[in-house]
């Protein structure tokens, strides 16, 4: 089983080597099938989120110090998300055992954060890319339609903009595993935010990726 599980892994590895492009920088695309994510075996880029608390995280040099599981979701509103960080929370134990840090990164604020952290019971780190910084720079990121910015706001989220932009911006849901320098080893992304990778594929990924070292 563990081994068709690798050849799976492989296979999108591969996959995602191929349909990726890597004109992403500060690129928004108009709908989510149209984004341009890095590629597996690019480095990610260098940029400044901020944590729960409000305080800066670099996070290259975070991702320096272990090897990293990378979780990018839309934010504390969202059920599939919500769902999904739930889910990682069940792998992170065997996540760390195998000397990985798990991080997830959304536009919420650093308040919304907290308040997801909280009903959620997570006791992973979760950061804040309320400027799109790193969406942007990861391919992530899309235009949402105005109404759909209002339904996220009548349900209590918030979307972000870009200054001097009024359309509101979301990253695709995605997933990445890095080694201590950055650089990708696996990724999973997919345009339809309702489908997200299971975490026994994503722990096996992460596993690959330490025996392909």
Do not use: H
């Not at 990726?20 to 108009?30: G, L, R, T």
């Not at 940029?47 to 729960?52: K, M, N, S, W």
């Not at 979760?126 to 209002?150: E, H, M, V």
């Amino acid at each position: 089983m563990k081994t068709i599980s690798y050849l799976i892994i492989a296979l999108m590895i591969g996959l995602a080597s191929f349909v990726a492009s890597a004109e992403q920088k500060d690129f928004i695309a108009e709908m989510p099938t149209d984004i341009r994510p890095l590629l597996i075996g690019e480095t990610i880029p260098e940029v400044t989120l901020f944590d729960a608390a409000g305080s800066p995280v670099n996070l290259r040099q975070l991702a320096a110090k272990k090897p990293t599981v990378i979780l990018f979701y839309r934010g504390g509103w969202c059920p599939f998300c919500n769902a999904q960080l739930s889910q990682l929370q069940e792998i992170e134990k065997d996540l760390i055992e195998l000397g990985y840090q798990l991080v997830a990164i959304s536009p919420d604020t650093p308040d919304a954060l907290k308040k997801s952290i909280s009903e959620r019971k997570l006791k992973y780190q979760l950061i804040s890319d309320f400027n799109l910084q790193a969406t942007r720079q990861f391919g992530l990121a899309f235009y949402i339609p105005k109404t759909y910015s209002n339904k996220v706001k009548a349900i209590g989220g918030k979307t972000q903009t870009l200054a001097g932009d009024e359309r509101s911006i979301l990253p695709v849901p995605a997933a990445f595993v890095l080694d201590t320098q950055g650089v990708i080893q696996f990724e999973y992304i997919n345009p339809n935010y309702k489908v997200r990778i299971k975490p026994e594929l994503l722990l096996d990924a992460a596993r690959y990726a330490l025996e392909k070292d």
